[in-house]
């Protein structure tokens, strides 16, 4: 078996379709997605951790004498299941 290669290129059967319309239902009555609302709160949060994170950068190197024109920035970045959807 090569690791290059789909299983299967089939489409999904009836029985794959109802299986995943139960699980997509099931795990709404166990409310385990989460609301926009909670969704646009996270983009705000990490918007505003990113940005004292810029901050601190900028800060740290000037103390270190690295010229602002050099345009010191960091990334930061997420993990996990964020942004799966």
């Not at 109802?18 to 997605?33: D, I, M, P, Q, T």
């Not at 004498?65 to 299941?81: K, V």
């Amino acid at each position: 078996m090569s690791l290059d290669k789909p299983l299967s290129e089939a489409l999904p059967s009836a029985m794959d379709l109802k299986l995943s319309g139960e699980l997509e239902a099931r795990l709404h009555h166990e409310n385990v997605f989460e609301a926009p609302e909670e969704c646009a709160r996270r983009e705000e949060v990490l918007g505003e951790i990113n940005e004292i994170l810029q901050n601190w950068v900028l800060s740290a190197s000037a103390r270190k004498g690295i010229a602002e024109d050099l345009e010191p920035r960091c990334n930061l970045y997420t993990f996990g299941s964020y942004r799966l959807g």
